[in-house]
C-alpha cells in the first residue's frame, strides 16, 4: 500500500518508534526490504538516491519501487533520497513519489531555507512529504557514496553538527514535514564505533517542540546507540551500506562453494535477496521495538 511518509512519521511518533528507510538500487535489495517488512508487519520507506544513478536510474527503477510499494501488504512510501536540484525533485514528485529530500545543506543557511521552502510549496500542493537537511553529515568514503569526502574520524567534528536554535527557525521558516541532522553519523562503513551525540537529538527535539528527526548513515549503528537516538527523538533511519555488504558476503560464500563447478547468476541474486532480508529484519526489529 502506497502512502506518503509524512503519516509514517505520524505513525511512528506514536509509537515512539522509527521507520526504516532503505536505498535500493537493484531489484535484490527493493525485494529484500518489502518482504522483511512484510514479514515483520511494519511499514517501510524504500528510496531511491541520486547518487546511485550510476548504479540505477530513476526513470528506470522508480516505476518499480512505486508499483513494489503498491502491491506490498505494508504501508510502504516511495522517497527520494538527497534530491540535489529543483528538476530531480519535480520528476520524482512527477513519476509518483511520494516523499522527497531536498538536501541543500552544503548550502549557506539562508539559500537552503529558501530553496527548500519553494520546494515545499510545490510538493505539498500534490500531497508529497518534504524531507531537509541541516548541518552537515560527513562520508567515510567507502560505501554509500554519498556526501562529501571526509577523511576518517570526521564524525568527531562537532561544529558540523545540526545547531538546535538553527534547526527551530529553519523548520518553522521551510514547513518541512521531517529532518536530517548531523550528530555524528556518517554515510558509508564505520571504521571506528561512532560516537553519536544523543545530547544534541534531544536539545534539537526540544527546539523543535518534538519535531520528527531523521538519522542518516543508519547502517552499522549499534543496537544500543539505535535505542538511545530512537529515545531522543530519531523518527527516521536511513539505512545502506551495511545491507549491501551482507548481499555481498552472501554472494562471496556462495560463489566460493561452486569452485570448479558451474555458477548460475540467478543463485546468487536469490541468495543477494535473502541476505537482504535478513540484515533488514534485525534492523526493523530494533527500529519498531519488536
Ligand atoms: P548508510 O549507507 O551509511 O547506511 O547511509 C544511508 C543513508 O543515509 C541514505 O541517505
Redesign the pocket.
Known sequence: MLVTAKELLMEAEKRKCAVG?F?VPNLESLRGVIQAAEMLEVPVII?H?EVHENLIRLEEIGPVMIHYAKLAKVPVAVHL??GSSLDACVKAIRMGFTSIMYDASLKDYETNVKETTELVKIAHSVDVSVEAELGEMTNSAI??G?GRESELGAFGNKDLFTNPDQARSFVASTKVDSLAISFGT???KYFTEPELDFQRISAIRSATNNFPLVM?????VSDEDYKLAIDAGIRKI?????MNLAAGTAVKMEASKRQNKELFFDALALKATAAIKENICGALRIFNHL
Not at 542518516?216 to 552499522?220: D, I, Q, V
Not at 536511513?238 to 551495511?242: A, C, G, K, V
Open positions: 528507510a536505498n528510496q538516491a533520497d538527497h560505501g554509500s554519498e556518517v554515510h558509508g542518516h548513515g543508519g547502517s552499522g536511513n539505512y545502506y551500506t551495511y
